[in-house]
């Protein structure tokens, strides 16, 4: 089945570009365009898209505001956000309001194509380095995980998931099989209650159950 992807940027010639290189790869369509984070909404109604793909900075509502409305919501399409610069604090910003991850703008084609395959299936596009690094220019939030009360063996499977590993990889690290991991990050989630594992990263970072400092890290989308 084809994804269905609606394109929202300020800059004509931008969603020109991005509808040029996406709709150049078998299964993805996009099938309508919004120049501001206000147009978000009309779009959802009218297009029912598996997908936005939106600019975080734009004139009146942003694309941080504009996730941050569609969040309020159960059900809506999920969320992968533009950027000019990968060390935009903006980006965090849109995580944190529930986006499900980040491309910049001059990416190679098939990184955007992919960036958007990864996020319409229902993945996290996770770059554990950049949310790093952006925890720690946010400094601590309170402890948000103390109340979750995780398990050990679930705040191990956290911290791995801080370092950018699948599921996969975190059961061969731990010796057990990828449902078993999968269970164990379904727990965090509902623990912790976030959405995904964008947000239960975040939430690490900011109640410094992470140091952002002295975190290991990989840079895998996964």
Do not use: C, W
């Amino acid at each position: 089945m084809s994804i269905r992807l609606a394109l929202v940027d300020d800059e004509p010639l931008v969603r020109a570009g991005l509808r040029a290189i996406l709709e150049a790869e078998p299964g993805l369509s996009v099938v309508g365009e919004g120049a501001d984070g206000d147009d978000v909404q009309s779009l959802v109604d009218e297009f029912a898209p598996d997908l936005l793909v939106m600019d975080v900075r734009m004139p009146r509502v942003s694309g941080i505001e504009a996730t941050r409305r569609l969040r309020q919501h159960p059900g809506g399409p999920r969320v992968l956000i533009l950027t000019t610069f990968d060390s935009d604090d903006h980006v965090y910003e849109a995580l944190k309001a529930g986006a499900d991850g980040f491309v910049v703008k001059r990416a190679e084609p098939m990184e955007l194509v992919r960036a958007v395959q990864i996020v319409a299936e229902g993945e996290s596009l996770l770059y554990p380095a950049h949310i790093r690094r952006f925890a720690a220019r946010q400094g601590s939030h309170g402890d948000k995980l103390s109340a979750a009360h995780l398990s050990e063996r679930e705040r191990d499977v956290l911290r791995r998931v801080a370092r950018g590993l699948s599921n996969a990889q975190i059961a061969d690290e731990i010796f057990v099989g990828a449902e078993t991991v999968k269970s164990h990050v379904a727990s965090i989630l509902m623990k912790v209650g976030v959405r995904d594992r964008t947000q239960a990263v975040i939430a690490a970072y900011e109640s410094g159950f992470i140091e952002p400092n002295t975190a290991e890290s990989r840079d895998d989308t996964r």
